[in-house]
């Protein structure tokens, strides 16, 4: 199957690009929406590219790139009771929730802000301009490109 493209949310003060990088690899944990759940859980392969996008920010934008380095698994912090992602419907043996892995590929020197996305032409029916609420969403191969050259433009 031909790799795909992802953008993911996180808030900037709760764990950034910069987070990512320091990190090298972590988990995407916490996603508790079932739309963004099934998307990981059912399409995000290893080696799918993805957008890391800081929403919540001045000015929220795709901060850099992660690559998918594990495919979905039970989200675990959803049976840790001291969690803030503990969620008492779901069950180890039939778990509710998923996350992925993925690992920093590279920050951008500025962020590809959400208003210089909505201004571009190429990128007009992207789920981030159309439905920007889900944390997890597709791109194609031609948004990702066009994105990922804008940041890399920034210096």
């Known amino acids: 199957m031909a790799k795909r493209y992802w953008l993911m949310k996180s808030e900037e003060e709760v764990y950034s690009?910069?987070?990512?990088?320091?990190d090298g690899v972590t988990c995407w944990e916490g996603v508790r929406n079932y739309e963004a759940r099934n998307l990981m859980r059912d399409e995000m392969k290893k080696g799918d590219w993805v957008l890391f996008y800081h929403s919540n920010a001045t000015p929220p934008g795709v901060a850099g790139v992660v690559e998918v380095?594990?495919?979905a698994y039970p989200d675990y912090f959803a049976f840790v009771t001291k969690s803030?992602?503990?969620?008492s419907k779901s069950d180890p043996?039939?778990?509710r929730?998923?996350?992925?892995?993925?690992?920093?590929?590279e920050a951008f020197s500025e962020v590809v802000s959400l208003n210089e996305i909505k201004a571009s032409p190429k990128l007009k029916d992207m789920v981030l301009v159309k439905r920007a609420r889900l944390s997890v969403q597709p791109v194609t191969k031609e948004e990702?490109?066009?994105?990922?050259?804008m940041g890399k433009e920034k210096k």
């Open 97 to 105: 929730w998923f996350m992925v892995d993925v690992t920093f590929k």
């Open 144 to 149: 990702f490109d066009a994105i990922r050259k």
């Open 93 to 95: 043996d039939n778990p």
């Open 84 to 87: 803030k992602y503990f969620d």
């Open 69 to 71: 380095s594990k495919e």
């Open 17 to 22: 690009i910069r987070d990512m990088e320091n």
